[in-house]
């Protein structure tokens, strides 16, 4: 069987042989052998979805576009998995491609060599930004770089089922959504929003994907950007009480703690709206891009006892988020894996630590 992208107005169309992917997808019974068989880091999974994930994931957004860094990340995932992490989040334009890439090697190799199921492991992909040989022909590309037509999303999800070696895709993210919103009114935008989620049921639908979402970068931190409420009830009449947007993804740090400080709606904040609606909130940019791993306020490594830095510090602060399922931490090394899984070890902080460090 074949698979082709489709996409109107693509130059170059993506065709899969299905011989070629890995067929499955993360569920509920091997992904609780996966943390049964972790008997020691009981405190290091949470549920969602029906799914047992680790607390902490793998992230691949940063690192040069060379062959050293790409089997940094395959060594990585390798350690993450014999660490206990089964999240891995990636996209298709990080590294051109190559993290995506990595990512399937490894997982690839993994699974054909029976060290991890297919169904054990939540992987997580993007689409939305322009990348090589992928730029469609429509009026519907913002910026020079940011598009969300049904076409375009079906031929990027194509891509990134051939670089991951995946039949179907755990979740795909709308990649910064809000991108559009500099340009656009918010009525045209929701209309595009909704175009989208109906081509993600779609993909649903059809095996390609089990989940949708978004992941953003101010979409769900600044006011008058996206309101996730809104996107729910999108997503609701598109596909129903049964809709499969159930992720979402937005920095959370000690230096961007605005998903449970700001109130974005009837005095809710995004992470209690989140939890409201059955939706997955992922944490990322854990450390900030490395920018938290080194020189925290004396006050702040005080009240985080035990730990040996302050990037466990801050990695241990986000995962102890109320609504928080998975803190993702960009890790290209395998040091650095087994560093962060230490973690696994400690259990999450409890209320009363958190809200001290909170309210600095």
Known sequence: M???????GLPSQVTLQSKEMIAGFASPEPCYRFAKS?????QFFRKTQSLTVSSIGL????GAMDVATDHGYEASVKAAVAAGINCF????NYRNQRSEQAI???LAE?????KVEREQVLVSTKAGYLVPDAVPETDEIEGGMHCMTPGFLADQLLRSQANLQLRTVDVLYLHNPETQLRYLSPEVFYQRVRRAFEALEQFVADGRIRYYGAATWSGFREPGQLSLKRMVSIAREVGGNFHHFRFIQLPINLAMPEAFTRVEELGRTVLDIARDENIAAIASASILQGRL???LPAGIASQVPGLAN???RSIQFVRSTAGVVTALVGMSKPAHVIENASLSMIPPMGPDGFFRQSKR
Do not use: E, F
Request: net charge negative; charged share 15%; proline share 6%.
């Open 293 to 295: 791993a080194n020189g």
């Open 104 to 106: 399937g090697r490894a």
């Open 38 to 42: 972790y008997p020691d880091t009981r």
């Open 310 to 312: 302050d990037a466990l």
């Open 2 to 8: 074949c698979l082709s992208s489709g996409g109107p």
């Open 89 to 92: 989040d990636t996209s298709l």
């Open 59 to 62: 992230g691949s957004y940063l």
């Open 110 to 114: 993994m699974i054909v060599s029976g």
